[in-house]
């Protein structure tokens, strides 16, 4: 979800150190005991000596999935898990997650003066009012809270230019739907993560006003992992007319089984930050990729460490992205094997590479859009950067809520529940990925090969089957569309399927600025949200 507040200055504010996890990330084992110094060194190796053995204890825990943990009423000890599915719990576990039991989302209180409930954008001199106003309805919104890490308030642009821009994503979806279907086929809309139902609201609403034609032929399904947003978006949906048209499905995406047929747009806007990432780093000596795996202790210490790949996923995943040719995630210094060898020899030199946090849960999105959804439209909206990350490339922000102010934190490894974690979205890496699996009409490549080719080095050269045609369904080598040859996709194999635009160029095209425009001329929804892209 997006959690972007008006400057950075409001966003994030100076670190805290007693909210930091202390872990080890400079070698294959980590010291789960923190250094009684250095407090201003989350990264910090105490130990002289690097070893790849990692506690016998440690490795003897049960191996389980964030799926396993589901049952638990607690945060687990005793076990052990990948980074993938410790970030997953960590946020969507039922009983304690981060977004089951303690995010809030703001919205704008029905007194604002504007319509429904909005802010009156035309009345205010310029984006500091604004932002004074949004600041103040933030308080209130949150007043009553306890101190320490409690309500945890982010907001959305759905919901800070609400209804406008719900009415620009709606604008976007009936000139596709208007241009390619209608009449001949339904209006089909999936919405993954709805929040409070607001984007679908006044998606519905502008459809019954300025499109009767096309209302009378929606059907809008929502998509929704929290029992608790699917009461509260399946009520007030029904409440306010359009129970016809709507349905909530409290499922994951990510356990979806129907298939759709027909022509239909998947939107996700502000979902995948939150997905899930699985970490690999590279053994500096051979480049061989190993996968990050945190233990919890008997006392609910972490002990992140590293092993070879045996992850189906995670190898799919640096497979596609070696087929693609997108960047070698390795810092230049790096892919010098003189330099590497002269950087291993020096004193206290890691054993490997920094952190690469990859986009697992995405890909597994993406297959089961190709696979449930083969006659989609995808609309998805998201960050492509984030200030205050950790460290590490495609590293996520990790922060909570005390009181008024946004903690930023200095590792993933912090108490279940009680933290955000959210990540940036490569958007050029996401296009390739999307449209090469797209166009791939058979199954995924053999999950033994794609281990095997995992472990290979990301610099190495290779005459694997699967780098046979490398860049084949890149855009940057894409072959002509073959008359009566359709993709998984049911476009023209080698047609493009979408486009990356900015923020700003997304709303420029589709919404009505007037609206968002304040006395001075500026226009803080086109302004705002610099670092977020759209793909379409």
């Not at 994030?12 to 996890?21: A, E, N, T």
């Not at 010291?31 to 053995?53: E, G, L, Q, V």
């Not at 999936?190 to 139902?197: F, K, Q, S, T, V």
Request: proline share 7%.
């Amino acid at each position: 979800m997006l959690r972007s507040a008006l400057s950075c200055n409001h966003l994030y504010c100076s670190r805290q150190s007693h909210l930091k996890v202390y872990f080890s990330s400079t070698a294959l084992t980590a010291n789960d005991k923190p250094p009684p110094k250095h407090n201003d060194k989350i990264n910090y190796n105490p130990d002289i000596s690097f070893s790849a053995t990692v506690d016998s204890k440690h490795l003897k825990y049960p191996m389980l999935s964030s799926r396993d943990l589901e049952s638990h009423r607690k945060p687990p000890t005793r076990v052990r898990m990948l980074v993938r599915d410790f970030i997953e719990d960590s946020l969507y576990n039922p009983h304690y997650g981060y977004f089951s039991k303690r995010a809030t989302i703001f919205t704008a209180p029905p007194h604002c003066g504007g319509v429904e409930g909005g802010f009156d954008f035309n009345k205010y001199r310029d984006s500091a009012e604004f932002e004074v106003d949004v600041a103040k309805r933030y308080r209130e919104f949150g007043n009553g809270e306890e101190d320490g890490p409690g309500r945890q308030l982010w907001h959305t642009p759905t919901e800070l230019f609400k209804p406008w821009y719900g009415q620009a994503i709606a604008q976007c979806l009936v000139s596709e739907y208007l241009l390619k279907y209608f009449p001949y086929e339904d209006f089909k809309v999936y919405e993954l993560g709805a929040g409070n139902g607001t984007l679908a609201l006044n998606i519905l609403d502008f459809l019954k006003t300025h499109y009767p034609e096309v209302y009378d032929r929606t059907q809008y399904t929502i998509i929704e992992i929290s029992e608790k947003l699917a009461r509260a978006q399946r009520h007030r949906l029904h409440q306010q007319g359009h129970g016809q048209v709507v349905d909530v499905v409290n499922r994951s995406i990510f356990r979806w089984e129907r298939k759709e047929h027909a022509p239909c747009y998947v939107v996700a806007m502000e979902v995948v930050d939150n997905f899930a990432h699985d970490v690999v780093r590279y053994d500096l000596k051979t480049l061989e990729a190993y996968q990050g795996v945190v233990a919890v202790d008997e006392v609910g210490e972490f002990v992140p460490f590293y092993t070879k790949i045996s992850d189906p996923l995670i190898a799919s995943y640096l497979a596609l992205r070696r087929r693609l040719s997108l960047p070698v995630p390795l810092p230049r210094f790096l892919r010098s094997p003189s330099l590497r060898r002269l950087y291993a020899s020096l004193p206290f030199a890691p054993n490997l590479s920094p952190p690469d946090y990859i986009p697992t849960r995405l890909l597994s999105l993406l297959k089961i859009l190709r696979t449930h959804f083969p006659r989609h439209r995808l609309l998805l909206s998201d960050f492509s950067s984030l200030p205050d990350a950790v460290p590490g490339l495609n590293a996520p922000v990790v922060q909570t809520r005390v009181g008024t102010t946004m903690i930023p934190c200095g590792s993933i490894f912090v108490q279940q529940g009680w933290f955000d974690i959210m990540f940036p979205t490569d958007f050029t890496a996401l296009r390739e990925m999307y449209e090469s699996l797209l166009s791939q009409a058979g199954p995924d490549a053999d999950e033994q090969d794609e281990l095997s080719y995992a472990r290979v080095s990301p610099l190495a050269s290779s005459t694997s089957p699967l780098s046979l045609g490398a860049g084949f369904f890149s855009s940057r080598a894409r072959r002509s569309p073959l008359d009566g040859v359709t993709s998984a996709s049911g476009l023209p194999v080698g047609e493009r399927k979408s486009s990356v635009f900015s923020h700003a160029e997304y709303l420029e095209t589709y919404a009505d600025l007037g609206k968002t425009r304040l006395v001075n001329g500026e226009n803080p929804m086109v302004g705002f949200y610099e670092n977020v892209k759209v793909l379409f």
